[in-house]
């Protein structure tokens, strides 16, 4: 049963994360082809909506899921973090301010740019 849970919120926080978080940073749209502006997210109103959602939605969803540990399931390391933790790293070096009164998935971000393979990863980009 254990097993089937863990399968079910890892396909579930990849899909949030994909689908939701992940857009909340994006400075490009999927259709940038047809905008006559194919940077809307960097408009402030769109910084300001998305805040507004980070804020209300998936900060508090996100924290809910990390709780007290180290990592999203638990004291190990998984794939979901890399999921995760792309999203979470990203909106702390793009829009920093969608973590104030989120100091947990602050220091979850900071835990996974730590990492000695996160720091390679970065290292070849």
Known sequence: ????????????????????????TATSSPIQCILKDPRPGDHDDVIRQNGKAFREVCGPILTHQLGDREYMFGDSFTAIDVAVGFAIVTALEKRAHFLVGFPSLKEYAERLRGRPAYLKAIAQC
């Open 1 to 24: 049963m254990y097993v089937v849970l863990s399968i079910s919120m890892f396909l579930k926080l990849c899909f949030y994360i994909s689908g939701t978080v992940d857009n909340l």
